[in-house]
């Protein structure tokens, strides 16, 4: 939980980075689709990380040990096939299942171990809240999402877009109320 | 144009409001069950910890029994013999080799038989015999007369209904709270008179120990040992503990769950 404010820093980086890129255009458009990959990869690993922190040691977190790699590969198979263009869906569409699937595993956990915490002041709860409502509001748009590109009107695949910009803003709200339950929790 | 636009903000909007639902319904429902399994381990841990505090209970009055059979034994057995023999010898003393007066060897004769009688009494008290020989009635009925004896209480014990005999052990216990609450009449109360009632029914007994003596503040934080060890006795009975205390006296209610199938 130390660590995370650290991908809310870089999320608001990649914001502005993106509304520079779209609306000035003043960078570059190759380095604009390599920062873009990185940040997916960023993205994916920095949030299984912090799931696979939270589990413990158990056979719960060895499948993320295991599943994480796998997914890693796949994604970034997908992003080389892609070459210069922009990161296909597919890579979002791989990267939100597979956090889906991690988010699932700690829900698991949570029912398998001593239900001692309050999860209502549980920031770690509210983190992985967030992740998976947004990766969930996103598989589907991320999924047909190239499809939309190239054969629906600009406006149903702005419209769609939107919908995953709302869950991302969601995730963050959740972030914060996390940030608000480690506040309290460190005071007491 | 505009149709279509307000179109596609009616299914956004739609699309919104159905994912926030879903997903509301979602962490309710993973709050919810996490918090009714949190109950159920909360409560088996309260069940857990009364066990064990039950358990514990029972081994403190089983060793303070052991520990009562033992003075008892040692009150009879040694102490007794003992006195009873120097009562033998004072007996015995040919007046003529006495320096001492025969009065004062007579006088100590009988204050021995005093004593023996007296420590004989303190041994039936501390031991468990007369309750798993005789029960409870006659345990009560005992140490009532003992307490008579000494002039300084009138003493009123009334058993109605039925009186039935259950488990020994658990008379036992229910014998060693009237014990302890006319101690804590004789160190505390400044009273005269006292009542007891054993009354049975069919499904429990219901001790009243009153006294008129000078009552007392409750502090339920700090409460007397003997109040407190009362309190354990019938928790380990599963009964109901009350005691009410005014410039006239104090009144102590004990209800006892009777287990039929344990009446022997």
């Not at chain 2, 006195?83 to 004062?104: C, E, F, G, R, W």
């Not at chain 2, 029914?201 to 503040?217: H, M, P, R, S």
Request: charged share 15%; with cysteine.
């Amino acid at each position: 939980m130390d660590k995370f404010y650290w991908y809310s820093v870089i999320a608001g980086a990649t914001v502005i980075f993106g509304f520079l890129y779209g609306y000035f255009n003043i960078i570059n458009k190759l380095l604009y689709r390599f920062i873009d990959s990185s940040l997916l990869l960023f993205h994916f690993s920095f949030l299984s990380l912090f799931i696979y922190k939270v589990l413990p040691n158990g056979n719960i977190s060895k499948y993320i040990k295991i599943l994480f790699p796998l997914f890693l590969l796949v994604i970034l198979s997908c992003l080389y096939s892609s070459g210069l263009s922009r990161p296909p869906s597919s890579a979002f569409a791989f990267t939100n299942f597979g956090l889906v699937l991690f988010c699932c595993f700690y829900y698991l956990q949570l029912f398998e171990e001593m239900p001692t915490i309050n999860l209502l002041k549980e920031p770690s709860f509210w983190i992985i809240s967030g992740i998976f409502f947004c990766m969930c509001a996103t598989i589907p748009i991320s999924s047909i999402g190239d499809y939309l590109h190239k054969n629906t009107s600009r406006q149903l695949y702005l419209l769609v877009g939107g919908i995953g910009s709302f869950a991302y803003g969601v995730m963050h709200l959740f972030f914060i109320k996390a940030y608000l339950c480690s506040i309290n929790q460190s005071k007491v | 144009m505009l149709n279509q636009s307000v179109q596609s903000i009616i299914i956004f909007t739609i699309c919104v409001i159905l994912l926030m639902i879903v997903f509301c319904t979602f962490i309710v429902t993973i709050i919810y069950r996490y918090q009714q399994k949190q109950n159920t381990y909360f409560k088996e841990i309260t069940e857990l910890k009364v066990n064990h505090e039950n358990a514990l209970l029972k081994a403190q009055l089983e060793m303070q029994e052991f520990t009562f059979q033992n003075i008892s034994r040692e009150i009879h057995d040694n102490i007794g013999q003992k006195l009873a023999l120097v009562k033998l010898y004072l007996n015995t003393v040919p007046s003529s080799k006495m320096n001492t007066p025969i009065m004062q060897v007579t006088d100590s004769a009988i204050i021995i038989s005093e004593v023996i009688n007296d420590l004989s009494d303190i041994a039936r008290s501390m031991s468990s015999e007369i309750i798993l020989n005789n029960g409870l009635v006659k345990g009560v009925e005992f140490e009532v007369a003992q307490l008579r004896k000494s002039g300084i209480y009138e003493i009123d014990l009334a058993i109605n209904g039925n009186p039935v005999f259950f488990d020994s052990k658990k008379e036992l216990i229910v014998f060693r709270i009237i014990q302890e609450s006319l101690h804590n009449i004789m160190k505390h109360a400044e009273a005269s008179n006292i009542h007891i009632c054993l009354h049975y029914n069919a499904t429990q007994l219901c001790l009243t120990i009153k006294d008129n003596g000078k009552g007392f503040v409750r502090d339920v934080k700090n409460e007397g040992s003997g109040l407190i060890n009362i309190r354990r006795r019938t928790s380990l009975l599963e009964g109901d503990f009350s005691i009410s205390s005014d410039k006239e006296g104090t009144r102590l209610n004990i209800t006892i769950p009777i287990n039929q199938n344990e009446n022997a």
